[in-house]
């Protein structure tokens, strides 16, 4: 018996998508879908109907159409594009089509269709610059001359899953008109990435209707690059360069490799009355893929005020979940391959960790770092915070030698740059907890948070530093200031501590035993929280409770001692607290 004869034919395929479609529903998807039901209905199928068209299938944001012709074929595409640039802007989302077209044989199933020639469609289109036509070799000698449109030569690409190298061709107008326009390094060599993390903040896009928006848009962006700016472990692209996209549909990987950036946050905003809603998304220009993407509310009448609380809160998260991205990116990285940064990256969850022999590989992996790259701040500075830690944790065998090998690396970090926010900030704490020279350290972390009011981690050490001069206001204020900022941070177990032990200076030792318990929540082997927990619960009157909280304590630290814990910063723990512990049961 013979086989069934499969039916072939030759055709011109096209395929359309939405650029950035994942971006604009994650931003706002009833209205992403109601415009593209509006552009399909309006625009697209009218014009592939004109011109003898058959839509084969469709997939979310994407469509495959048959033609006869290519010429047809194209045709419907700069019809479809030509009409879409004017509505630019009123549209409920900012819509803007890929489109791909190859000739070529096609195998047809039902009323489905299959082949190279569809494959090579769909490869085409996502090569394509959004708001253009892209056309095959193939399409292109067959369109050519019979058309009034100019062709650009795009040069050959090596398309997924194709085997030969094809050569592109661009579409364009006769006159010129609509060519989706890009900045002059479009055809350059990309930048090279700079030495650390980099950004640039595109224009947010006014959704709202209303184009008297476009200003509070705009001085959104501008307060976030500002704000941006404020972090030295960034590098953030100046306004006057991100604000060349403006109004131009855009692709996030293109804008990467013009700006020199790794990571571009883009946004939109809708007015609706008083009210305001921003939306934002942080890319990984090199993979596309979301960092973090959030929404936010506000009320118009206070437009700058509101403008500023935008800023701060979208800077405060942005840092940390690029941090984040970092250290995923430098564990994927070979050893050998490694650089200062990639080791410091790599530091950084075995601090978070809080074990005795993450500790030892942070201290390790930061000494490293400093080898590579003897004036490395964020290393110096990181490993004068472990060592702090480990001695707090009580896992420090020389408390005298890690004391002044953790002031050496905290002076070498300033020495280095004396305006960096984090170390400054770390200083004053170190400071105030091992020494008595509070002006000094009141100084530093009062710079700190000057230079860099968005540094949940500056306002934390600001917060331990007044609480250890026993200023209970400025300790909870800084403390309930860094939560606010980064309700995120992956120390924030160390925050809420700081002001457990603040509320026990308080005598609000019902409220200090609730955020002694979240930080325990966060991370249950942070030994100062189990001691503000236990001496809270035991001034209370909750003697179970507390003696439980000492059992705990105990077991992380066997050999802790009042004893021992007062002479590390007698002067700043308080008899109150120390009466706590002892209420608890813990050993003098």
Not at 219 to 238: D, N, P, Q, R, Y
Request: proline share 4%; with cysteine; hydrophobic share 45%.
């Amino acid at each position: 018996m013979s086989e069934a004869r499969v039916e072939r034919r030759l055709a011109a395929v096209l395929a359309a998508d939405v650029a950035g479609y994942s971006r604009l529903m994650g931003a706002d998807e009833m209205g992403t879908l109601a415009a593209l039901k509006a552009c399909r209905r309006e625009i697209v199928d009218p014009a592939i109907a004109r011109h003898g068209g058959r839509i084969v299938k469709t997939t979310g944001d994407g469509m495959l159409v048959e033609f006869a012709s290519v010429v047809d074929a194209v045709t419907s595409a700069m019809a479809v594009q030509e009409e879409m640039a004017k509505r630019a802007g009123h549209l409920a989302a900012p819509i803007t089509f890929r489109i791909g077209i190859n000739v070529g044989d096609i195998i047809l199933d039902g009323d489905d269709i299959f082949g190279d020639g569809v494959n090579i469609a769909a490869r085409v289109e996502s090569e394509c610059e959004p708001g253009g036509v892209y056309l095959s070799d193939d399409a292109f000698r067959q369109v050519r001359g019979k058309t009034a449109f100019a062709f650009e030569d795009a040069g050959e690409r090596n398309l997924k899953n194709i085997d030969r190298p094809v050569r592109l061709y661009a579409v364009r107008p006769a006159d010129g008109s609509n060519r989706p326009s890009k900045p002059s390094r479009m055809n350059g060599k990309p930048l090279p990435l700079p030495d650390r993390p980099s950004i640039a903040v595109l224009p947010f896009q006014n959704m709202s209707g209303d184009p008297e928006q476009d200003y509070f848009a705009d001085g959104v962006v501008e307060e976030i690059i500002t704000a941006l700016s404020h972090f030295k472990s960034l590098f953030v692209i100046a306004r006057n360069s991100s604000f060349t996209y403006k109004g131009k549909a855009v692709d996030i990987k293109q804008v990467g490799r013009e700006l020199g950036v790794r990571y571009v946050l883009e946004g939109s905003l809708r007015k609706a009355g008083d009210r305001v809603r921003i939306t934002g998304q942080l890319i990984d220009a090199s993979t596309g893929a979301h960092v973090w993407a959030d929404k936010l509310d506000g009320d118009l009448r206070d437009i700058f005020a509101l403008q500023d609380q935008v800023a701060e809160k979208v800077a405060a998260v942005i840092e940390p979940n690029i941090k984040r991205a970092e250290i995923e990116g430098a564990a994927k990285r070979r050893p050998e391959s490694l650089n200062a940064y990639d080791t410091y990256l790599r530091a950084l969850p075995r601090y978070y960790s809080l074990t005795k022999e993450g500790f030892e590989e942070a201290l390790s992996l930061c000494y490293r770092a400093l080898d590579m790259d003897s004036r490395y701040t964020a290393a110096a500075r990181l490993a004068a915070e472990v060592l702090g830690v480990k001695v707090a944790q009580g896992w420090s065998s020389d408390v005298k030698a890690d004391y002044a090998e953790a002031f050496r690396l905290g002076r070498l970090a300033l020495t280095i740059d004396d305006t960096d926010p984090d170390s400054l900030a770390q200083w004053g704490r170190g400071v105030a907890a091992f020494s008595d020279d509070y002006d000094a350290a009141k100084d530093a972390v009062d710079r700190a948070v000057a230079l860099n009011p968005n540094s949940a981690r500056a306002w934390t050490n600001r917060g331990w530093t007044y609480r250890y001069m026993k200023d209970v206001d400025e300790a909870v204020t800084s403390f309930e200031r860094a939560i606010r900022l980064n309700p995120l941070d992956p120390m924030l177990y160390d925050t809420l501590t700081g002001l457990a032990s603040a509320l026990i200076v308080a005598d609000r030792d019902e409220e200090a035993a609730a955020q002694a318990r979240k930080a325990l929540g966060l991370n249950p082997r942070f030994t100062s929280a189990h001691r503000v927990l236990a001496a809270a619960l035991a001034l209370l009157g909750r003697e179970t409770e507390a003696r439980n909280a000492a059992a705990a304590l105990l077991k992380i630290e066997p050999s802790f001692s009042i004893g021992k814990w007062a002479t590390y910063g007698g002067h700043w723990q308080g008899q109150r607290f120390l009466e706590g512990l002892r209420l608890a049961g813990l050993p003098e």
